[in-house]
């Protein structure tokens, strides 16, 4: 089973947006150690989030590494042309072939301030996008030079997305932190809708969740306090670095409605927790990859949730 491990480039007390970023790259270079096969960006924009052009890192995390794949999760497309997009991972993919892979999803990424400035005039409904990315991939025109197209992944969290990616041909990721269950019925409907296309001969599935593990339950505690934090209303510019949150102590929220630490939201507790979780994903959807996000602070101990992930992975039936 195909691993990813993903980032959202969260910024945190301790490292600050530019750290945020390089740490992004060590990641990437971290997860081709672990034996990571995908190295994943997420477009999020506004002053606490770390990455509103992923496709920047993707070049730099792909420049630091070797055999990794590198893309995005995801270019939100409904923000920009097409055109661009396509010109933009056709580049990618000539200065590092066979490595760029180029999610894409509808997904807001922003606060309604953000979204509305964001936002292009007269712009085509999000499945007309779709289709004319995918025609400027893959219809060798004058458009763009010649490359091999990056793999295209569309990426989602309901049934809309899965019709979608299946319409087309494409590999389908569906986004489980987005639901407290496994919901088996959305990648049945991509499974039993799936259309061979240009980009793809036959139904891939990538179940995406967070991640909040750790050896020691305290530190459990302080990922998911964190989780909750990152949730609540806020005016903060960045997330408490390790040191602050452990000096918050029992001042940190408790996980709320929103950062549901005991369903499948996200997946956290100790290793032999997590495992047990990710057992009963794996049983849900019988998924051909996963991929992982997290949220912590502290690097090293990221880089030992995508371990612990990593050898989770082989006692997993």
């Not at 740490?23 to 997860?31: C, G, N, Y």
């Not at 190295?39 to 730099?60: D, K, M, N, R």
């Not at 990426?155 to 041909?169: C, K, Q, R, S």
């Amino acid at each position: 089973m195909k691993l990813t491990a993903f980032d959202q480039v969260l910024v945190y007390g301790a490292t600050g947006p530019a750290g945020a970023a390089r740490e992004s790259v060590r990641l990437a270079v971290a997860a081709e150690r672990l034996g990571y096969d995908r190295f994943w960006i997420a477009e999020h924009h506004g002053a606490t989030s770390g990455c509103g052009s992923p496709e920047i890192l993707v070049a730099a995390a792909a420049a630091e590494t070797a055999t990794i794949r590198v893309g995005t999760a995801s270019v939100l497309l409904p923000h920009y042309a097409p055109l661009k997009v396509a010109t933009t991972f056709n580049l990618l993919e000539r200065l590092f072939p066979g490595r760029i892979d180029l999610g894409i999803g509808r997904g807001p990424g922003a606060g309604e301030a953000v979204v509305r400035r964001l936002a292009r005039p007269d712009e085509a409904p999000y499945p007309e996008k779709v289709e004319r990315l995918l025609a400027h991939l893959t219809a060798g025109t004058d458009l763009l030079p010649y490359s091999t197209p990056p793999q295209l992944w569309l990426t989602g969290a309901g049934p809309g997305g899965a019709l979608l990616a299946a319409h087309h041909g494409l590999p389908f990721c569906l986004a489980q932190f987005a639901h407290g269950t496994p919901r088996p019925d959305i990648v049945d409907l991509y499974r039993d809708n799936f259309r061979p296309g240009p980009l793809g001969e036959s139904p891939r599935v990538s179940i995406a969740a967070r991640v909040a593990c750790a050896d020691d339950p305290r530190d459990v505690r302080l990922l998911r306090s964190l989780l909750a934090l990152a949730a609540a209303p806020t005016n903060r510019r960045t997330l408490p670095s390790w040191d602050e949150l452990h000096a918050m102590g029992s001042t940190v929220p408790s996980p709320g409605a929103g950062t549901d630490t005991d369903g499948m939201s996200v997946l956290a507790g100790v290793p032999t927790e997590v495992a047990e979780k990710l057992a009963a994903l794996i049983a849900a959807y019988s998924p051909d990859e996963l991929a992982f996000t997290t949220v912590c602070p502290d690097f090293d101990l990221r880089v030992r949730t995508f371990e612990l992930l990593r050898a989770m992975l082989p006692a997993v039936p």
